[in-house]
């Protein structure tokens, strides 16, 4: 098995589409957006070239991500025999606060039984410039894992019905990884729990990379009893991400942590929308999950979570390099904010689940 952590967005389209290039059974995609621009139509126009090669193709695309793209944009590779699946349209009714948010987050590419991704990219050329993190894993093992998860959520995904006893399974592992699967629920959350029973376990340091940090009460407290105990917690989020609302709310929690002791970092350059939690520089989960309410309440979500050294190497000079880019928290002038900046942050929190 060779495992290549991923965080420069054009290497890792420009790895993905050379492995679809070679691939001679199969490639099965699912992601949160599959934009109709420059990069979508590459991806797009590559698999319609293995479909013609006789490849099976499989996309699970979600309708609220998607953007303007439909079956017409993959009319020639539906009629080569691919298959193309949205999941689950928007409907303006009385439960669009709720079922609108349940969205299909994941981001899993799975190629021939032997390559697979799973991260945090989207397959858009908006966030080209943007930071992301991803895992390119060559092995049978794990692929055949990830082909399981991808066809499972494949088949209970259709465009009448929503099969949810597939998607509520156990956890899968394989050596020490564990795959996480979570899917909207107020009750099970079983990524949030996780990564509550991880932070609790840490004994030296704690890192979260996240682009919209909105972390539940219990969240926030295993944080900050973490970082009482002398346990380095460092989250790290971009100065301004692609979402203005969840900036101004977030800045409600951040002096409460930062009294706590937390170090809270911004990454400068452009969005960071790398999605990491590492405990104690070894034990690592890489995601599709934002550490926020609507990610862990509302979304389907998905995390593979270990300790293979090989990885972890990978990723320390990835946090290492982010935090070269990144500035410290201003106390001060977080005190200081201007008193609309308040207010905002009074108005959006009974929304901050569905953000």
């Known amino acids: 098995m060779e495992y290549r952590v991923i965080d420069d967005t054009l290497q890792y389209y420009n790895l993905m589409l050379n492995d679809i290039a070679s691939a001679t059974q199969y490639v099965y995609i699912e992601t949160y957006k599959f934009a109709n621009d420059h990069l979508g139509v590459r991806f797009r ?17 979600d309708s609220w991500g998607r953007g303007p793209v439909s079956e017409t944009f993959f009319s020639e590779l539906i009629q080569l025999g691919g298959e193309v699946k ?21 981001k899993i590419v799975v190629i021939d039984n032997s390559v697979s991704y799973l991260g945090s990219a989207n397959i858009t050329g908006y966030n080209l410039n943007w930071r992301e993190l991803c895992l ?95 346990v380095d917690v460092k989250v790290i989020m971009p100065k301004h991400s692609d979402v203005r609302m969840v900036d101004i709310l977030r800045n409600k929690y951040l002096g409460l942590l930062y009294n706590a002791g937390i170090k809270l970092l911004f990454y400068l350059p452009y969005n960071l929308h790398a999605k990491l939690l590492m405990i104690d520089e070894k034990v690592f989960s890489i995601s599709s999950a934002n550490f926020d309410f609507r990610s862990f309440r509302y979304q389907y ?25 990144s500035e410290s928290f201003d106390y001060l002038g977080w005190i200081r904010r201007p008193l609309i900046e308040k207010i905002f942050e009074w108005i959006l929190l009974p929304f901050r689940h569905f953000f």
Not at 46 to 58: D, N, Q, S, W, Y
Not at 86 to 104: P, Q, V
Not at 209 to 228: C, I, N
Request: no cysteine.
């Open 86 to 106: 949205f999941f689950e349209k928007i409907k303006i009714n009385s439960d669009i606060f709720t079922r609108g948010h349940r969205r299909d987050h994941r």
């Open 45 to 61: 126009d590559a698999l319609t070239r293995k479909a013609r090669e006789g490849v099976m193709i499989k996309l699970l695309i």
């Open 136 to 230: 390119r894993i060559a092995g049978v093992e794990l692929t055949l894992l990830l082909k399981k998860v991808f066809l499972e959520n494949f088949n209970a995904f259709n465009p009448y019905i929503i099969t949810n006893k597939v998607t509520y399974t156990r956890r899968l592992r394989y050596d020490d990884f564990e795959i996480i699967r979570d899917v909207p629920s107020m009750q099970f959350q079983r990524l949030r729990k996780r990564y509550t029973q991880l932070i609790r376990q840490a004994t030296r340091s704690v890192v979260i990379e996240t682009p919209y940090f909105l972390p539940g009460y219990v969240l926030r407290k295993v944080m900050m009893d973490a970082s009482r105990r002398g």
């Open 301 to 325: 979500e998905i995390s593979l979570i270990g300790s293979h050294p090989d990885i972890a190497v990978q990723l320390r000079e990835h946090v290492a390099e982010t935090i070269r880019n």
